[in-house]
Nanobody, 124 residues
Framework: QVQLVESGGGLVQAGDSLRLSCAAS????????MGWFRQAPGKEREFVAY????????YYADSVKGRFTIARDNAKNTNYLQMNSLKPEDTAVYYC?????????????????WGQGTQVTVSS
């Protein structure tokens, strides 16, 4: 069982940066692949970023590639999403997710554990 708690969201202006954190409980955090998803009002939840259990492999949605960076610190049971050059279209609730499955995970259905979400609002 893994419990996830996101933090770091807020209201910023276009061009600003934010760093989201996802603190995980449980001793098996390092064995889980991690992902970030987001959901804007009236839209489906969408994939943002993925990181392998070791941190050696990352993958991003095209909409955030070059602006967002996912990282993890297994010693601290924490996963991060650094968001730079934020745009109004990045406004959404951001969710951290964990999966014990193997493979390259970019679909919400592939993740077993979810945080409660943190709101990110980017004003123009």
């Amino acid at each position: 069982q893994v419990q996830l708690v996101e933090s770091g969201g807020g209201l910023v202006q276009a061009g600003d940066s934010l760093r989201l954190s996802c603190a995980a409980s449980g001793r098996t955090f390092s064995r889980h692949r991690m992902g970030w998803f987001r959901q804007a009002p009236g839209k489906e939840r969408e994939f943002v970023a993925y990181i392998s259990w070791s941190g050696g492999t990352t993958y991003y949605a095209d909409s955030v590639k070059g602006r967002f960076t996912i990282a993890r610190d297994n010693a601290k049971n924490t996963n991060y999403l650094q968001m730079n050059s934020l745009k109004p279209e990045d406004t959404a609730v951001y969710y951290c997710a964990a999966s014990a499955r193997s493979g390259f995970l970019t679909r919400a259905s592939e993740y077993e554990y979810w945080g409660q979400g943190t709101q990110v609002t980017v004003s123009s």
